[in-house]
């Protein structure tokens, strides 16, 4: 299967870089997928997990929190506002995350319900990518 180049980016760092057969991300308007070839494309990214599949078969995923996809001349760039690695993210953090966005969530008064649910997204999020990467 043809083999497509794939750069994965945050404002801090370069999260991934490599060759892929296939990709599948979390678009805004649902999950998208890309193969060698793809037409050009752009697309708003949102909350979820990123599967790619590299070229020698390897299964890889990422926790994404947002950001943009731009694929074309059999490229893939991913400028993502985070993005981690499933075999990177410390279970204990993202739980804490989630029960201090469900307690904010819980509260009367003055509370960013949506800072808090986004939070609370991000949390359930990494957990779950965790969850299925490999450990």
Do not use: W
Request: hydrophobic fraction near 40%; avoid cysteine.
């Amino acid at each position: 299967m043809p083999a497509f180049a794939i750069s994965l980016l945050t404002p801090e760092r370069q999260v991934y870089t490599g060759r892929a057969v296939s990709l599948v991300a979390p678009g805004s308007d649902g999950y998208l997928g890309v193969l060698a070839y793809h037409a050009p494309l752009v697309a708003e990214l949102t909350v979820g997990k990123l599967s790619l599949v590299e070229e020698e078969g390897r299964r890889r995923l990422f926790a994404l929190s947002g950001g943009v996809l731009e694929a074309g001349g059999n490229e893939v760039t991913i400028l993502a506002d985070t993005a981690e690695p499933a075999e990177g993210i410390d279970l204990e953090r993202a739980r804490e995350a989630q029960r201090r966005a469900s307690e904010r969530l819980g509260q009367r008064g003055e509370v960013d319900v949506a800072r808090a649910q986004a939070a609370l997204q991000r949390a359930l999020n990494r957990l779950r990518v965790a969850g299925e990467g490999p450990r």
